[in-house]
């Protein structure tokens, strides 16, 4: 049945108004709103080499994001765009920002005018999925707008969006047809898996609207429970439709097929024939060559995109837009003196990136899909009702990249946006309450057992550290409960009765069975043909071993604020394991410069040989995205102790140099990018090498790799992110580090200086705003003179507590072009 708006009992709408926004910038001001900052906006910065950022338009945290998919398939398809690409498939409504991984793309829409036998795939193969060229020279991308004109037909496609609409205009040639392909099976990422598995589409009787469905609930790729539902509206009405199931016409106007699998003669599964339902539509011209959509999404039911449709998609194109535009206004409320244009625009848009995701993933009627299979939630969900927050609006968030986000987004959230760094924390317990394990990569209701560890961990430590009075006794005690159960192997039978066991043994990790026992976990040994000869070790084990002892320091400090000195203790004690796999031998390691590396460990308590500092593999050797150069230095939680591992002040000192000038085998992986040495700042492990400098006797070459970064790794071009972007990571290491500062130990509310890259900032914190000064800056003058904050000297010349982010406050620095002149040079 088809339900009007008059259909809507006014009780249903004034429910849905009140619950629009769980933004906290989702309504605009009725007064005019500065929008001087979004002139240095470009959300094409990212989406070339390896970048992985997509265009088109979001509103901030929204949870529709409508880009064009230019890359279907292969690595650059992780966002569905590739600036270098001409291609078009069409604009789809959701989509990942700087990942390493796809499968979204979904309900594509793509405008055409010729015979609609040009767009039907005679094929599965998405290789030759059907697609036009874009004419590069007309697309414009701009915050929450995008547009760009079609090579063959010349039609002009723009898009903007709300947070839970996206908004298409298209404009035809004079007196051409105006045609619509809506494809339901288009997904990105398809050869990793992704799939769906269940395609419905509904032409309503009235002609105005198209619903729908993508149920994907068992995915076969990277995420395994995944369902969107749409309600789309035209202002022209529909003149013809036809739509294929499966490739065949279909009769009437309702298709659906699901997919199916395809086996050989021994009764094996051999390929998964893909659900796959398109829509051809021709709609009456009107009089005018525009036509304009509206199309809601949600991600519970059908009931829930009509009541978003309803709530957001009573605007024009135009109206949208702007409020699009004002949202992006008061987003991005820093304020900037100095610097060059390119510079700016780096800055607004790296603070744009950060304020993709975490999404608010919720209709406006306050349902959510939760974590597990078929996991429907209501308002605020169980762990406010059970904790006393029933009085505070606890919106659900998505797209949780936690092993990248929780090294410097988070902590830029807790110093610029206070209120959202404590709702994430207690959202990432909600998580818990709904599954039995923090997130480790979250994806729209699902974990996916992505990346290293449990670093959900850090981001509560690192809440509850710096905003304690935010979470109640019992909060705090459901959030140690909530890190002690993810970092332990006890409860793993009880899960595996409820979890996919692929997706459990990817998230409660067979390294934590063996750190609990052990108290390290032991490299995996491999025949001459490089299998494993005993599958029940663990890859990438350094990287794992290292990053849970940082892990284990977080829990340490959620237990002490909770006043579990038991716990504390233990987990303190957890934390040292990173000793284990350090070998101190300045003789062998002599060749290389340095006294030792962070080595594999085998179950007798043995090196690993033979070694290589250079060594690595992806996915299946002993380091995640890295080598043992890079992962030596993991150690945030205790440099102190790093520093007497490695033989003292000295040789700390002496192995970080050759970490920054050791050459480069060849033998990187794509991860592995932005190499200064064998540091690879493209990817996160490294993000806090640079800023080691300034725990030894020469913190001035703190400032001289910072400035390099700054200046040489980050571009006002499509190129200019140099590794992936992931969900804001690369990004916010950017704003904290051209603000100033950096925070080494993501847990720990200790703050060191680098290298400010402007005259002036003026940022946001709580309760008002708070400035930065630097005094005589300029291109060459990269070194700190003297720096204070709030009038006073910083601990140790270069550090700071958080508590000093006090509305009014200032970090004041004075800058030298004289290294002689620095901090700590003498």
Request: aromatic fraction near 12%.
């Amino acid at each position: 049945m088809n339900f009007s708006k008059s259909m809507l009992t006014t009780a249903v709408i004034a429910s849905l108004v009140g619950l629009v926004g769980c933004n906290d910038d989702d309504s605009t001001s009725k007064t005019q709103v500065d929008t001087t900052n979004l002139q240095y906006v470009d959300p094409l910065i990212g989406t070339g080499f390896n970048g992985h950022t997509f265009p088109g338009p979001v509103v901030p945290e929204g949870m529709v994001q409508l880009s064009p998919d230019s890359e279907l398939i292969g690595w650059h398809s992780s966002s569905g765009y590739h600036f270098d690409k001409k291609t078009l498939f069409g604009f789809s409504h959701t989509h990942l920002s700087g990942t390493g991984m796809g499968g979204l793309g979904d309900i594509l829409f793509l405008p055409f005018t010729e015979n609609k036998a040009k767009y039907i795939e005679e094929t599965d193969d998405y290789r030759k999925a059907i697609s036009v060229k874009m004419d590069k020279t007309s697309e414009i991308a701009e915050a929450g707008y995008y547009s760009v004109k079609i090579a063959e037909n010349g039609i002009k496609a723009e898009l903007t969006a709300s947070e839970r609409v996206g908004f298409h205009r298209y404009t035809y040639p004079e007196g051409q047809p105006q045609r619509l392909k809506i494809d339901l099976n288009s997904i990105l990422n398809s050869d990793w898996g992704a799939t769906s598995l269940r395609n419905k589409l509904t032409v309503s009787d009235d002609g105005y609207t198209i619903t729908g469905e993508r149920d994907a609930a068992h995915f076969s790729g990277w995420a395994k429970n995944q369902k969107i539902f749409f309600y789309a509206t035209f202002d022209k009405k529909i003149k013809d439709v036809y739509i294929l199931s499966n490739g065949q016409p279909v009769d009437g106007l309702t298709a659906e097929h699901v997919s199916s699998l395809i086996y050989d003669d021994e009764g094996t599964a051999i390929k998964r024939v893909k659900a796959d339902v398109t829509a051809y539509v021709e709609f009456e011209d009107g009089g005018s060559q525009t036509l304009n959509a509206q199309v809601a999404l949600s991600a519970v039911d059908a009931d829930g995109a009509q009541n978003n449709h309803v709530a957001e998609a009573d605007m024009s194109f135009d109206t949208a837009r702007t409020q699009a535009r004002e949202k992006w206004a008061k987003a991005l409320n820093f304020s900037i003196e100095g610097g060059t244009d390119d510079q700016k625009e780096i800055f607004y848009t790296a603070l744009y990136h950060t304020k993709i995701a975490p999404m608010v993933h919720q209709d406006v009627d306050g349902r959510f899909r939760g974590m597990g299979k078929g996991s429907i939630r209501n308002g605020e969900g169980e762990y406010s009702i059970a904790y006393g927050q029933a009085t505070e609006a606890l919106p659900n968030f998505s797209v949780y990249s936690l092993w990248d986000t929780h090294k410097a987004l988070h902590p830029l959230k807790t110093i610029t946006e206070p209120t959202r760094a404590v709702q994430y924390a207690k959202n990432l317990v909600q998580k818990y309450t709904e599954s039995g394990l923090l997130p480790k990569w979250e994806h729209l209701g699902d974990e996916t057992g992505t990346m290293v560890g449990y670093p959900a961990v850090a981001v509560i430590a690192d809440a509850i550290t710096k905003f304690p009075d935010a979470f109640t006794q019992a909060e705090k005690d459901l959030a140690l409960k909530a890190a002690i159960d993810s970092s332990t192997y006890d409860n793993y039978a009880t899960l595996e009765t409820e979890w996919d066991k692929g997706v459990l043994d990817r998230t409660l990790t067979k390294h934590i069975d063996y750190i609990e026992k052990e108290g390290f976990a032991p490299a995996i040994q491999r025949d001459a043909d490089g299998d494993p000869i005993d599958p029940d070790y663990t890859i990438e084990s350094v990287s794992y071993g290292l990053e849970n002892a940082f892990y284990d320091w977080a829990i340490a400090q959620i237990a002490k604020a909770a006043g579990d000195t038991d716990a504390e203790a233990t987990y303190l004690k957890r934390s040292k394991g990173y000793q284990k796999y350090f070998d101190n031998n300045p003789s062998e390691y002599a060749d290389y410069g340095v006294t030792g590396f962070m080595r594999p460990v085998m179950m007798d308590g043995s090196f690993m040989a033979p070694f290589d500092p250079y060594g690595t593999a992806h996915e299946t050797g002993n380091y995640t995205e890295g080598n043992a150069w890079q992962w030596t230095w993991f150690v945030p939680h205790d440099i102190a102790g790093l520093k007497t591992i490695m033989g003292g002040e000295a040789a700390f000192q002496k192995n970080l140099e050759a970490t920054f000038t050791a050459e480069s085998q060849g033998t990187e992986t794509a991860d592995m990018s932005g190499l200064i040495g064998q540091v690879a700042f493209g990817n996160e492990p490294s993000h806090h090498i640079p800023y080691l400098y300034n725990w030894t006797a020469e913190p001035w070459k703190t400032q001289e790799v910072v400035d390099h970064i700054l200046d040489d790794m980050y571009f006002a071009a499509p190129e200019g992110v140099i590794g992936n972007e992931d969900v804001g990571a690369m990004s916010a290491w950017y704003v904290m580090s051209a603000l100033g500062f950096y925070q080494v130990n993501a847990a720990d509310p200790t703050y060191t200086v680098g290298r400010p890259l402007f005259d002036k900032a003026v940022i946001p914190v709580d309760g008002g705003t708070f400035t930065i000064t630097t005094e005589n800056n300029a291109d060459n003058n990269m070194y700190i003179k003297s720096v204070t904050i709030n009038g006073k000297a910083l601990d140790d010349g270069l550090f700071f507590n958080h508590t000093e982010f006090k509305p009014g406050g200032e970090l004041k620095f004075v800058m030298t072009g004289d290294k002689t002149q620095a901090i700590g040079a003498e």
